[in-house]
């Protein structure tokens, strides 16, 4: 799964970037005309697969992982005329999610391209922008469907003429500047755009990218009332410093700011449930590991997930929850006490629930 991050020049987006990348596996920039992208595969902090690592103690432990892009080019006026570049709108249209960094802090040494601290006004610029990206898409169908009217006949018909009703109604609410994330669709029209990857139809979070007194818990109001989109207030350029000290030294560091755990694990986690995703865990001497499947995936699902072979030949899974093993202590003591259970294939897996896969080919 891919997030992409975005922001307007200067809004702190790469120190963030570079902070929640540190030691993670990354690739080399690309350009694309003005714009680069970096992207980097990182961990999914979860303290459930650490505990389940003292327990046994396996000889490799795997995490959850997300994608980051971090793209530059994104600033005012980027987007007019016929929309986007072509290659930095192909990069943000494969993201299954947009992360939004947000300038809220004061330094006289880096002058912000507006030449004020607004985050309302900033938030509402970089969202014009990829209204404007949108609308140029709906354009561009509504053109082509127009294009292919006189030729349709029957179903084919039919469909150019429910589509067009839909582009009209994306190309209403994009016009009053409104995502379409905000517009009121049906399933079906949700599932009928799909294909198209708008970008202001993607699951969003906003980072408020504060100073380093601000406190994080208190995002501004008016971040906190944007529609369908979370947000997230995070001290960018602390969580850097911390994410380069040793580790040995990291965990003095949060104490003496009282902070329980550094915003970026808060942020990672985040950015994992938008995308709309959770773990279930594998575990024994071999390896104890975090899998990654949609939130209300079934077990046959959690079974292709870790191998095509398991969903093909799935019997049963064993199942026990997170909770209930570590009350137990050890998979011995879960199975004398009767908490290992069999589900079929329509079982809803649960966060945090551990699988054993029964299965024959």
């Not at 980072?207 to 501004?220: F, H, I, S």
């Amino acid at each position: 799964m891919q997030v992409a991050m975005i922001g307007l020049p200067l809004s702190g987006k790469t120190t963030l970037a570079s902070a929640m990348t540190a030691g993670h596996v990354g690739k080399p920039g690309q350009r694309l005309g003005r714009a680069e992208i970096k992207s980097a595969i990182v961990d999914v902090p979860d303290p459930r697969v650490a505990r389940l690592a003292e327990m046994f103690r396996p000889r490799q432990v795997t995490y959850a992982q997300v994608r980051f892009d971090d793209i530059s080019g994104v600033s005012r006026g980027s987007a007019q005329g016929s929309g986007f570049d072509a290659r930095l709108l192909d990069a943000m249209s494969h993201a299954d999610a947009l992360l939004e960094i947000v300038r809220a802090f004061d330094d006289d040494t880096v002058p912000h391209p507006e030449l004020s601290v607004d985050p309302a006004r900033d938030i509402e610029l970089v969202t014009l922008e990829l209204i404007v990206s949108d609308l140029a898409t709906v354009e561009r169908r509504l053109e082509r469907i127009a294009n292919g009217m006189p030729k349709a006949r029957g179903d084919a018909r039919d469909k150019l003429l429910a589509e067009e009703t839909l582009m009209r109604k994306l190309e209403e609410g994009l016009s009053q500047e409104r995502a379409i994330r905000d517009l009121d669709l049906t399933p079906e029209e949700q599932a009928a755009i799909r294909g198209f990857q708008f970008l202001t139809a993607k699951p969003t979070l906003v980072v408020l990218n504060l100073g380093e007194a601000d406190d994080p818990q208190t995002p501004a109001d008016w971040a906190a009332q944007q529609q369908r989109a979370l947000v997230l207030g995070i001290r960018g350029a602390l969580e850097k410093e911390i994410a380069e000290l040793p580790p040995e030294e990291r965990a003095l560091f949060l104490e003496s700011y009282g902070i329980a755990e550094p915003g970026l694990n808060v942020l990672v986690r985040e950015c994992y449930r938008l995308l709309g995703l959770m773990s279930f865990f594998t575990v024994g001497e071999d390896e104890v590991r975090a899998w990654t499947v949609r939130q209300g995936a079934t077990a046959v699902e959690a079974a292709g997930a870790i191998h095509s072979d398991l969903a093909r030949g799935f019997i049963r899974a064993e199942v026990i929850g997170y909770d209930e093993m570590i009350a137990c202590g050890s998979m011995a003591e879960a199975r004398r006490r009767g908490k290992l259970r069999l589900e079929g294939k329509e079982y809803v897996v649960q966060d945090g629930d551990i699988l054993n896969i029964r299965f024959n080919v």
